[in-house]
């Protein structure tokens, strides 16, 4: 390296230019400390955000045999999604195709309430099979 003056310059032959450390800017070297300490809790609540919204609600068993069909009806239009235990694993029941991903369908879920053994509560979320694709 040659120097001319006060300013370093860099030879042909030299792979990376090297940094002035003298001329540094002390306000922003102070600032990369302080920005990291104010982004990482902005970072953990997200993360934490994230995974509370995640967590999917514990099912509710055979709370529709006890409601009448007009009170799980409502349930589901109120909560706008709800986990229930019906059958052998639980199912996420909506109360529209708004709730469901892009790639979802949406099909009509009948469950048994006290007034009625076909109660059509809400609709269950589910990726369409190869036949089901309008092509």
Known sequence: MTVLGHRPVQDKGACAP???????DP???????LVL????????????????RA??????????????CAEAMALVQREGDIMIAAGPSPERLVRDRNQCELSEISELRFVPTRD????????????????????
Not at 18 to 24: C, F, G, L, P
Not at 27 to 33: E, F, H, I, K
Not at 38 to 52: M, Q, S
């Open 18 to 24: 090297t940094r002035d450390v003298r001329n540094q």
């Open 55 to 68: 967590e999917p609600r514990p099912p509710r068993g055979s709370m529709t045999a006890r409601m009448t």
């Open 27 to 33: 306000v922003q070297s102070a600032m990369r400390p």
């Open 116 to 135: 009625n053994p076909q109660c059509p509560i809400g609709y269950r979320c589910r990726e369409p099979g190869f036949e089901e694709w309008n092509w």
């Open 37 to 52: 300490v104010l982004l990482l809790p902005l970072l953990a609540a997200g993360v934490a955000w994230t995974t509370a």
